[in-house]
C-alpha cells in the first residue's frame, strides 16, 4: 500500500511527516494549546497516559532469518467484515476541533483504504453524515445517559444508517479529573456542537467533566447489552475491559466482541497500559469472541506486538486526530497507510504471512521494564 502525498510536488520528501509522532508535532503547532491538551492530555498524574506508549516500547520482537516472505497478506476478518488491516480508528469525539472537515472527512479517509471508523456519540458531524461520506465499516460507540431514550435512539439511527456495531463504553460513569482540561478551563468552542445529541441531551456538553457528570447514567449495569442489541439489532462491543473478570462478564452479557481500553489514559490514572492487561483478557476470553485494543500504538510494530499477545486488531484514536489536524483527510489516510506498511514489514521481518500466523513467541518474555514518559 502506497502512502499518498500529505504535501505539494516538489516538497522534498524529508519534509513528509514519516511517523505518528511527527504528525503529532505538525498538530502542536498548528492547534491550540488548550485544545492541544484537551486532545493529548490524560487524568491525574498521567501515568496511564505515559505507560501505555511505554509498554509498548519496551517489548522486544524475535526476528527471522531468511523468512522467504515475498509479500505478506495483512488483512483481517472481525465480526464478518474483511479489514485490509489489523487497524481502525477508534471514537474520539469532536473532530472539527481539529479541522473543519471533522469525522466525514476521517470516514473518507478510513473508507480510501478500506479501514474501519468507530464515530463517538460525541462526533461534531451527525452519524448519518458521517455515514454518507464513508465507504468502509463504521461502528458507532455510545455512553449510557441517564435519559436512557437517548442511548437507545442513537443504537436504532445506527442500524438505520448502516452502522455495523455498536461499541459501548463500560469505563465512564464520568469522564475521569483531567487536570490539563482544569487548569486550562477548556470549553468546546461555540461553533462545534454534539451534533447527535439533542438539545436537552447535550446541555451542558460544553464542559465535558461537568456535562458526564449529570448526564451519564452511573447505575447502569451489564443487563444494557441486550437492551443495546434488542433495540438496535446489532452486535454489542464492550470497551473499557482490562480484567478477566470484566471480560466474564461481557461475555455473560452477550458482547459481540471486547475492546481492551484505558480511554486512552484518560480516566482511571494508575490503571494498567492497554498491553498489559491483553494476556490477562485474551486469557479469559478463550477464543469466544474477538478481542480489540486501543491505547499507545504508535507504529506498525506496536500493531504486530498487540496481535504477539492476542488481540485481532488495534484502534489509534490521538494519531487520527493529529493527521487530521495536519492535513485533512489526505492526513489520516497517509497516517493509516504509514502504519499499514511498517506493519507488513515487520511480518517480514518477523518471518509472519499472515496475520493468523502472529503468536507470542513473537515478542521476547519478559518484557523489560519500562521508563516512565513526560507527555507535555
Not at 488483512?75 to 473543519?100: D, Q
Not at 498489559?276 to 476470553?285: F, G, K, R, S
Request: charged fraction near 20%.
Amino acid at each position: 500500500m502506497t502512502a499518498p502525498a500529505l504535501r505539494p510536488p516538489g516538497v522534498p520528501a524529508a519534509a513528509q511527516p514519516l511517523t505518528v509522532a511527527d504528525f503529532a508535532a505538525l498538530a502542536r503547532e498548528r492547534l491550540p494549546a488548550d485544545v492541544w491538551d484537551f486532545i493529548a492530555g490524560g487524568a491525574g498524574r498521567e501515568r496511564t497516559l505515559a505507560a501505555n506508549e511505554a509498554v509498548f516500547e519496551a517489548a522486544r520482537l524475535r526476528p527471522r532469518a531468511l523468512p522467504g516472505i515475498e509479500e505478506p497478506g495483512t488483512s483481517v476478518e472481525v465480526l464478518g467484515s474483511r479489514w485490509p488491516a489489523p487497524l481502525g480508528i477508534a471514537p474520539v469525539a469532536y473532530h472539527e476541533l481539529v479541522h473543519p472537515d471533522g469525522e466525514s472527512g476521517t470516514a473518507r479517509a478510513a473508507g480510501d483504504l478500506g479501514l474501519p471508523l468507530v464515530v463517538s456519540t460525541f462526533s461534531s458531524r451527525r452519524l448519518e453524515e458521517v455515514a454518507a461520506a464513508a465507504t468502509a465499516p463504521l461502528w458507532l460507540q455510545v455512553y449510557c445517559f441517564r435519559d436512557t431514550a437517548t442511548t437507545l435512539d442513537l443504537a436504532r439511527r445506527a442500524r438505520a444508517s448502516g452502522y455495523q456495531a455498536l461499541v459501548l463504553t463500560t469505563d465512564t460513569p464520568f469522564t475521569g479529573r483531567r487536570l490539563r482540561d482544569l487548569r486550562n478551563d477548556f470549553r468546546i468552542p461555540g461553533h462545534i456542537a454534539a451534533a447527535n445529541l439533542s438539545e436537552t441531551a447535550a446541555a451542558g456538553a460544553a464542559t465535558p467533566g461537568a456535562h458526564s457528570r449529570h448526564a451519564f447514567d452511573r447505575s447502569t449495569g451489564w443487563s444494557v447489552v441486550a437492551r443495546l442489541r434488542a433495540e438496535s439489532g446489532l452486535p454489542v462491543l464492550a470497551k473499557g475491559v482490562l480484567t478477566a473478570r470484566d471480560a466474564e462478564a461481557a461475555l455473560a452479557a452477550g458482547v459481540a466482541g471486547i475492546v481492551v481500553s484505558n480511554h486512552g489514559g484518560r480516566q482511571l490514572d494508575g490503571a494498567p497500559a492497554t498491553l498489559e492487561a491483553l494476556p490477562e483478557v485474551v486469557a479469559a476470553v478463550r477464543g469466544r469472541c474477538p478481542v480489540l485494543l486501543d491505547g499507545g500504538v504508535r507504529t506498525g510494530a506496536d500493531v504486530l506486538v498487540a496481535l504477539a499477545l492476542g488481540a485481532r486488531a488495534v484502534l489509534v484514536g490521538r494519531p487520527a486526530l493529529y493527521a487530521l489536524a495536519a492535513d485533512g483527510a489526505a492526513g489520516v489516510r497517509r497516517m493509516l497507510s504509514l502504519l499499514t506498511e511498517e506493519f507488513a514489514e515487520t511480518m517480514v521481518l518477523t518471518g509472519h504471512a499472515t496475520p493468523d500466523a502472529i503468536g507470542p513467541d513473537t515478542v521476547l518474555p519478559p518484557v523489560p521494564p519500562y521508563p516512565a514518559r513526560s507527555h507535555g
